[in-house]
């Protein structure tokens, strides 16, 4: 199976700050990561899939970029909403897709 | 709008079976496959097994094969997913998604609200 290995396992981050979230792949993946938000108590959802496209609706404060094994999240002058775990996922291993264990980021 | 509503909270007790659903709406439910996710409490997402409701086409992934079994009925849009004998370590939120994409590159673009299903005796 392709790990994925997120870090920090916790970013502590002020409002208006910008956070940076690392995804690293155990092999290649290509540009196949998508990431995931999760916020207390809800599913997921999607941010970002191709490594670096905003799904419907994101931000533009939200980034992502990488390709192979190295992939980067972004999100830029924090909002109150933003705090939240963040999960990347690869979906180049079809059908067995893996996601990281997950960066909470919270309020510093 | 794309919709998948799942079935409501569980409390089970070890030994017994269960059955929760996904339903879908909002596009055609036999053209796009759904996943079942993982999260035991407090912990992350766990990647389970996946279904295309066209043809009922299933893998699971290695770490739940022989554990559960996910269906698919078409007649009514709704995907399952049970255990015949459940264990206390079962206990845990389950999330049904749908993906989206090309056969080399298919994500998870929605996801259900989440079925917690609690097992103890």
């Known amino acids: 199976d392709i790990v994925m290995t997120q870090s920090p396992a916790t970013l502590s981050v002020s409002p208006g700050e910008s956070a940076t979230l690392s995804c690293r792949a155990s092999q290649s993946v290509g540009s196949n990561v998508a990431w995931y938000q999760q916020k207390p108590g809800q599913a997921p959802s999607l941010l970002m899939y191709?490594?670096?496209t905003r799904a419907t609706g994101v931000p533009a404060r939200f980034s992502g970029s990488g390709s192979g094994t190295e992939f980067t999240l972004t999100i830029s002058s924090l909002q109150s909403e933003d705090f939240a775990v963040y999960y990347c996922q690869q979906y180049k291993n079809w059908p067995t897709y893996t996601f990281g264990q997950g960066t909470k980021v919270e309020i510093k | 709008e794309v919709q998948l509503v799942q079935s409501g909270a569980e409390v089970k007790k070890p030994g017994e079976s269960l059955k929760i659903s996904c339903k879908g709406s909002?596009?055609?439910?036999?053209?796009?496959?759904i996943g079942w996710v993982r999260q035991m409490p407090g912990k992350g997402l766990e990647w389970m097994a996946i279904?295309?409701?066209?043809?009922?086409?299933?893998t699971y992934s290695p770490s739940f094969q022989g554990q559960v079994t996910i269906s698919a009925d078409k007649s009514t849009s709704t995907a399952y997913l049970q255990w015949s004998s459940l264990r206390a370590s079962d206990t845990a939120m389950y999330f049904c998604?749908?993906?989206?994409?090309?056969?080399?590159?298919?994500?998870?673009?929605?996801w259900g609200q989440g079925t917690l299903v609690t097992v103890s005796s």
């Open positions: 191709g490594a670096s």
């Open positions: 998604a749908r993906l989206t994409g090309s056969a080399a590159a298919r994500f998870i673009e929605y």
């Open positions: 909002g596009y055609s439910f036999t053209s796009y496959w």
């Open positions: 279904i295309y409701p066209g043809d009922s086409d299933t």
